[in-house]
């Protein structure tokens, strides 16, 4: 398909049989990216599942001027980069966990796309460093270091559009912060929809939204 510029919701609402949800209205362009809020439970991951083709909606979502609904789950997958909430860490080597976002990566680029996202001290500090595997049987990463190492992973992807749900959850406030301008710089070029409960300092295309 043509180069993204656009994901456009008209009265869009994620169908679901246990709840009513509030129609969204709102559109991420180039450089203007789109800030989705709502309470927990209001239905912000749903309408994400709904523009990849796991949930049916009524309304429109399109992408450029095609329904969501029409693109192929290969396009998308060519052409979205997504991070949902607590998005799975394999029990494997932080170079593996990344990797699955670039297999081309080199150590260099992993370096660097970790010292993005805060994480230089940590890695520095593990005996094993990017062999360092996660879980059970290796580092017990803390909530706010694995969501750091899925930021990492999404900055590593090359796609036009990125949709991101809560991607500052467990971080402090002061590093959400700086995390939102590091993503929202690094992504100028790029369709960018974020899901957030919070708002995000400089973000001013905002829809909000609830349960009915």
């Known amino acids: 398909m043509d180069s993204i510029t656009s994901i456009k919701f008209e009265d869009a609402e994620p169908l679901l049989s246990q709840m009513k949800l509030s129609t969204v209205d709102g559109v991420a362009r180039i450089g203007e990216p789109l800030l989705i809020m709502g309470a927990s439970g209001s239905g912000k991951s749903s309408l994400i599942n709904a523009v990849l083709g796991f949930l049916p909606y009524q309304g429109s979502i399109k992408i450029n001027q ?13 052409n979205f980069t997504v991070m949902l909430q607590n998005d799975y860490l394999f029990n494997s080597s932080i170079r593996e966990n990344l990797r699955i976002a670039n297999q081309s990566a080199s150590d260099e680029q992993l370096l660097a796309v970790l010292a993005d996202v805060e994480l230089t001290e940590l890695i520095n500090s593990l005996p094993r460093g990017l062999d360092t595997h996660i879980g059970p049987y290796g580092y017990n990463f803390s909530g706010g270091e694995k969501q750091r190492l899925r930021l990492a992973r999404v900055l ?34 790029k369709v960018l929809v974020i899901i957030s409960h919070l708002p995000i300092e400089g973000m001013e295309n905002i829809f909000s939204f609830s349960k009915k």
């Open 66 to 78: 095609v329904q969501a609904s029409q693109i192929s789950e290969n396009q998308k997958s060519e």
């Open 156 to 189: 590593l992807r090359d796609t036009p559009v990125y949709l991101l749900d809560e991607p500052f959850e467990f971080l402090d406030a002061n590093q959400a912060r700086r995390l939102a301008k590091l993503i929202s710089e690094k992504l100028s070029n």
